[in-house]
């Protein structure tokens, strides 16, 4: 639809046009709507026109509404609320599937080659450099061959390339100026390719100045379009996930009267506890072990807490940086060939570890770190917190002084995550005996090992957001102190 601004009336001008009016030029923008649900207002049971003439009925409320009804308009019928709950659950699944289907997205300067965005979605340890020359190479084969290619698909309006690249997928299509290149575990479903054709299509038409900038002079800045393709595919799902600080009460009211939302949020407050964000899949995973439901309808309803906001996506930049305040934290024993924990610094075990390491080479060390991580996840698995982190720290160890820094990042990690466990365990203890003590009117002795949990859950880097529980202990050492 097009609109006169400034006398408030539709207009048939053709799409881009410039408009000249006595006051202003006006440069139309052309918008069409995709997947609005109408709701007609009328019970299917007293509607003469019911089934048969509902999308002549639709499509003449729709242009009383001023709004253009063309040809290639698509009306669904969906008769029940159950029915469309269940599309917009079978819909929000698929988004999901794509998204957990994408390492990697690409896009190129059409005439140059030139990457203007690379934005990396997994580990997945693309060359660059490797990829593009791979991909040139096979465009300009299958272009200039006359011989079929069976490694080239087409859409229903635009060609689109797939080649297997060392274990993936590449999914490639072209538009005027822009190339674009997503990298894949497996083939791209049909839902996928729709998604890039309408992605391509409208980030030349939103930022068709910069790319005018890029083809006259070569210079570009595409990194502020990041925002844009992160919401076009849906990369939030795989964000790292925290819940919301606050809880508006009408909101609180709706999670309680609908029971997966409610399971949702408790598993998500478990897995907070030993970590600062979850994943929504460890999330549904977890609901799953408890609740015999379908994943697709435990996803719909965690999509309704993010555009509620209490479930909120956070970068994957924010979560990095998170283990790497951990890391720094502990940089300068690191750097003195030093060990995190002191439990084991003086151990026979390490101090023969450090002169044996003296004569390792880099494939000796890499052996023996796989021996002590396999003997900590054993270790962990028994609920030997410790002994796994003896082990962890040994790896690090080694992983440090020969400057293996994938592994530093990695063992980093685990011990963060062990270092959590094993503080959890500690708390209980000492809550524990803290409520034994105080029930036999041991206060004295109560107060201390309140303390002692009060301690570890002011750790920030052990627990984060338990504003709540530590003033709830507080409270409770306050209460005890009177009786003294």
Known sequence: MILDIENNKSLNYPINSIVVTEKIVIKIVYFQISRVGYNCGLDKNNCKKYPDFCIECVKGKIERFGLNVNQNIKITLIDSEEKRIQMFQDLIWQKFLDVLNIKHILLIAKDSGLSIIDYPLSGAGVDLELLTGFIQANINFSESSNVPNNNVGHGTDRQFYEFQYLNFNLLLTNSEFLRICLVLDNKGSDSLKTLVKEFLTDYESRYLDKIGKLVRSGRFDFKNTIDFIIDTFNIKFIFPQVLTHTFLPEILELIKKNPIQKAIIDFAKELLISKKFFFIINLIDEVQKIVNIKANIILYEIYQLIEKGIIVPTTIETAQDIIISFQESQAIRIANNELISPIIANEDAINELKEKAKNMDEEEV?????????????????????????????????????????DVGRISFMILELDKKIKESELRYALKVGEKSEKKKDYIRAINYYKEGLKILQDPLVFDENETRIKKLEKKIAHIKKHL
């Open 366 to 406: 890499k052996k023996a770190i796989i021996n002590f991580i396999k003997k900590a996840e054993t270790a962990e698995k028994g609920l030997i917190y410790k002994e796994a982190q003896k082990e962890c720290e040994k790896a690090l160890y080694l992983a440090t002084g020969f400057d293996l820094k994938d």
